[in-house]
């Protein structure tokens, strides 16, 4: 393999965006201002309404098909790429995430899950295309200060409105089990923050003000997995970002993720991904960049 150097390209908002939002029709994309053929992340969240077409992404490492309808997510922390698109018709919004209620942009990040596939049918399809549509035409008015707050609103409610369907189709949530949702769905949220220097699990705990054994009881009755197991999710998949991206070491990116010793790094990369780190870095990247060399 060639030595390049890569690195994780981080785009920002269309200068087309105001006040941090712009909505965009896939038919009307003849020209992207970046390429988004090649793995990236954005600095932004995007929300894609594919009204008809046939869709492969690959969205952190995995591969994603489907046929619309359909709606995808993605946040501002994950690499994703557009493998192949056919014959595609909808809209995809880009957004500042702080411009979103909290509380809902939480239950997307927690709940949503690409592909959120559609019944062509079904009204709230034919609801989201209504909000959509209006959305744009709103964003073609004359910019001022009243129609700005009025995108962002409508924004907000088409958010809402997504996060109504997902919970509509969870089961029903008894009074304990909902706290013990808002706890795991806290700890993940502080996982993403803090994997590179936070790996004991007794400094979750202490940010939400629960005994560590609380913390692991009810983080693993509701996924399966212990609390240091989802540390070390985390951490893997940003090694695997950072292998992938960069032409660093690996003992650097052992440190880039927060661990002093890359031996234990190595050991538990393999114990996670079936593969060393360079297995890895082989795999991925000499499979998408021979046919260039």
């Known amino acids: 393999m060639k030595n390049k150097n890569l690195d994780i390209k981080q785009y920002e908002l269309s200068p087309q965006a ?27 969240c995007q929300l ?5 077409g046939n869709f492969k992404l690959n969205v952190d490492f995995e ?24 014959d595609s018709k909808g809209w995809m ?14 239950l997307l990040e927690h709940q949503f899950s690409n592909p959120f596939l559609l019944q062509q049918e079904s009204v709230f399809f034919q609801q989201v295309i209504i909000l959509m549509d209006f959305i744009e035409k709103v964003q073609l008015q004359n910019t001022n200060h009243y129609l700005q707050k009025t ?8 958010l809402s409105f997504v996060a109504g369907e997902l919970i509509a189709n969870l089961p029903m949530i008894k009074g304990k089990e909902k706290r013990s949702i808002i706890i795991k769905e806290n700890f993940i949220k502080l996982t993403k923050e803090h994997f590179k220097t936070w790996k004991q699990p007794a400094k979750y705990a202490s940010a ?32 695997k970002r950072l292998l992938y991206f ?10 880039e993720v927060g661990y002093d010793e890359p031996v234990y790094f190595g050991k538990l990369f393999k114990k996670i991904t079936k593969l060393t780190p360079l297995e890895f870095r082989k795999k991925f990247r000499d499979k998408d960049y021979s046919s260039s060399d």
Do not use: C, W
């Open 246 to 255: 960069t032409d660093n070491a690996v003992k650097e990116i052992a440190y």
């Open 151 to 158: 995108v962002s609103s409508l924004l907000n409610a088409l």
């Open 93 to 106: 919004i880009s957004f500042d995430p702080s411009l979103i209620d909290k509380e809902v942009l939480q």
């Open 18 to 44: 105001k006040a941090g939002i712009v909505i965009v029709k896939m038919e009307d994309r003849e020209t992207e201002e970046h390429d988004v053929s090649k793995p990236h992340r954005d600095d932004h």
């Open 48 to 52: 894609m309404l594919a009204v008809s």
């Open 208 to 239: 939400l003000s629960i005994s560590t054994s609380h913390l692991n009881d009810t983080v693993k009755s509701l996924t399966g997995s212990s609390v240091s197991a989802h540390i070390q999710e985390v951490s893997m998949l940003e090694a």
């Open 63 to 86: 591969t994603i098909e489907f046929n619309a309808p359909a709606l995808l997510f993605v946040f501002p922390e994950q690499v994703h790429q557009v493998i192949e698109v056919k």
